[in-house]
């Protein structure tokens, strides 16, 4: 007699649904961690008489001072008997790499935009790598209390940018919440907007429960963890955050770690800890779905794999864009050097860099010619910008060259990085901003008037022709503009750019600057310097108003005589001088100069001090 052969259908994998994961994606400055402040006070996460910062979540001093979030950090809350673990992540295209890992331990997006400004060059970033990942979002139309709000023509752009991204069409079914982060309301439609519906976020819980999916995963499974951010704590050593695909991670268990390159690191679990609010809290085990910190293990480092140690199984690594812009880091030699600062030489360098590469994926670091100077490769000017920022501020002196842009070899021809760049400006501005991208080789690919006086246009500009132009543009805008940026792959190289075309005005000799001197040299260019400040030989101390450089003697002090005329004291009148910050500084710079940042100061200088050398 046969035997007929029965075939089981496969099991689904059963969802968790006391979890969901989600990341909170959008534009700078549009709302995101505002909104995550209200969600963390309305699902009683903090006690009664508790002080809160405002963007309690923007820990870092600097993301406070700048109102941007640098880090994407993970929090969670309670709402119904479910565990929502969030991910604020950052706006900028520059921390684009701190964006990516956070996406690869979420089942879904929450995207937010601002009910007036619609969607903005990076939040098509974040988006694209949304719908990349099969993710399905919420949409969130935030500041709706905003007296320029355009709520229908928003939502409509929103539909054109999913359409653009080549979204499904399960993804383009997404569910709308529209909300006023700062007073912590969200309304489930228009109509409840204008009636004034709802007086907390619950529409906005109710929608994150239904629109994203539990996690998927079998406790019994051989165990699957990710590593997709680290920390670092002075009493535990380095953190791994990691989200649990498969399996079960107990508290003690030996576990082998899948290096990138391939081979076995066997450890032992010595603390787990789970995110409740802006604490920590410690846990004995972690399931499917579970987004959680490891504590104690060595060398641990992100896109590596936790399972187990006789059977291993490695999940996919995460894969980063790659760098495109490359400033030389070198140790401080001017006469000033060690004066400020607490770390000074090239070994102290070194070792800060090294740590940076163990929680910054998105940089890379390289020797460069001299065994002083390293050449550190990243995102944009900004990232290294805010890198030099923290150095500083932690006791580091050191100088930076002229930002420079890497190029690639595609089929043979000399290819470089494309931006896309969009501009918001009044219209009166309209032609000053497209000469000033017209002969920096920058193409017009779209414009949109809204009809509020403002202009939007698109530009496709090769990475290099932005050095320099946000604060050029915000000179000829009158501060009006809004400028921001994104990759857009790349371009064959097209040829020389104009940079600065202005020179310097340098310092001659050593010694304390003096009013009388900054008055006589304020008709030869803009000054950057005030009196009393000390230079040195090779110094900049101010923009030439011709292109060629100038030494200069800034500390000349005016002679005394005996005689007194009747107008010789009058009190000498100095334009208020143009002092720089660390970008613009960085903007300002050419290939032959160098910018000096220590704790205190930050001084622009000749690469070559000596004027005879020079």
């Not at 993804?171 to 969200?186: C, E």
């Not at 649990?244 to 107990?250: A, C, I, K, P, S």
């Not at 009158?478 to 020389?496: C, K, V």
């Not at 000390?534 to 003697?553: F, P, S, T, W």
């Amino acid at each position: 007699m046969a035997t007929t052969q029965s075939h089981a259908p496969a099991k689904k994998p059963a969802r968790n649904e006391t979890i969901r994961n989600i990341a909170i994606i959008a534009h700078v400055d549009h709302g995101k961690t505002t909104l995550l402040d209200a969600m963390l006070r309305q699902s009683g996460i903090f006690r009664e008489n508790e002080v809160v910062a405002d963007r309690v979540m923007d820990s870092n001093e600097l993301e406070r001072e700048r109102g941007i979030t640098i880090l994407a950090k993970t929090t969670g809350v309670h709402y119904q008997g479910v565990k929502i673990n969030i991910v604020d992540t950052p706006g900028h295209s520059d921390f684009g790499g701190e964006v990516e890992r956070a996406l690869k331990i979420v089942d879904g997006v929450m995207l937010l935009v601002d009910a007036s400004e619609g969607p903005l060059p990076q939040t098509r970033y974040v988006l694209m790598k949304a719908l990349e990942a099969r993710l399905p979002p919420i949409v969130v139309i935030n500041k709706i209390d905003r007296p320029d709000a355009r709520i229908p023509e928003v939502l409509d752009e929103i539909y054109d940018l999913f359409i653009d991204l080549d979204a499904t069409e399960d993804q383009l079914d997404f569910p709308v919440i529209y909300t006023n982060a700062r007073t912590g309301i969200a309304h489930k439609a228009l109509d409840d907007v204008s009636a004034n519906g709802s007086k907390d976020l619950r529409p906005l819980f109710d929608v994150i429960l239904s629109g994203i999916p539990g996690p998927t995963g079998d406790p019994e499974s051989i165990l699957q963890v990710l590593v997709a951010n680290l920390d670092y704590s002075d009493y535990l050593g380095r953190l791994a955050i990691g989200r649990v695909f498969e399996g079960t991670l107990r508290l003690g268990d030996t576990v082998g770690i899948v290096k990138l390159d391939g081979s076995l690191q066997k450890t032992k679990i010595t603390k787990l800890y789970s995110f409740e609010g802006l604490k920590r809290v410690d846990e004995t085990e972690a399931r499917p779905g579970d987004i959680l910190i490891i504590a104690g293990v060595q060398g641990i480092t992100i896109g590596e794999t936790v399972t187990d140690p006789e059977t291993p199984r490695p999940l996919p690594r995460i894969q980063i864009d790659e760098p495109t812009i490359s400033m030389n880091f070198t140790v401080n030699t001017s006469p000033f050097a060690g004066l400020e600062g607490t770390y000074v030489t090239s070994r102290n360098l070194r070792e800060r860099l090294q740590k940076e590469l163990l929680t910054n994926v998105s940089i890379k670091v390289e020797e460069a010619s001299g065994p002083d100077t390293f050449k550190v490769m990243g995102r944009g000017e900004l990232q290294l910008a805010i890198l030099i920022e923290m150095m500083r501020r932690e006791g580091y002196e050191l100088a930076v060259g002229k930002p420079e842009i890497l190029t690639k070899e595609i089929n043979g021809t000399l290819h470089e990085p494309l931006e896309l760049l969009e501009i918001d400006c009044p219209e009166t501005f309209l032609g000053v901003v497209m000469e000033k991208l017209g002969s920096r080789k920058g193409k017009l690919a779209k414009m949109v008037n809204h009809g509020s006086g403002r202009v939007r246009m698109e530009f496709h500009v090769p990475s290099r022709s932005l050095i320099g132009l946000r604060s050029e543009i915000l000179t000829d805008t009158r501060g009006t503009a809004i400028m921001n940026s994104l990759f857009h792959g790349y371009i064959e190289w097209q040829g020389d750019i104009p940079s600065r075309p202005t020179g310097s005005l340098v310092a001659d000799r050593q010694g304390k600057a003096t009013g009388y001197a900054i008055f006589n040299l304020q008709e030869r260019g803009e000054i950057f310097i005030t009196p009393g400040t000390e230079v040195y030989q090779g110094m900049l101390i101010g923009e030439n108003a011709r292109d060629k450089d100038m030494d200069v003697n800034i500390v000349k002090e005016k002679k005394l005589t005996n005689m007194r005329a009747s107008t010789a004291d009058d009190a000498i009148r100095l334009v208020p001088p143009r002092i720089l910050n660390l970008e613009q500084a960085i903007e300002f710079i050419r290939e032959d100069e160098l910018v000096e940042v220590t704790p205190k100061s930050i001084r622009l200088r000749k690469k070559i001090l000596k004027a005879n050398m020079r």
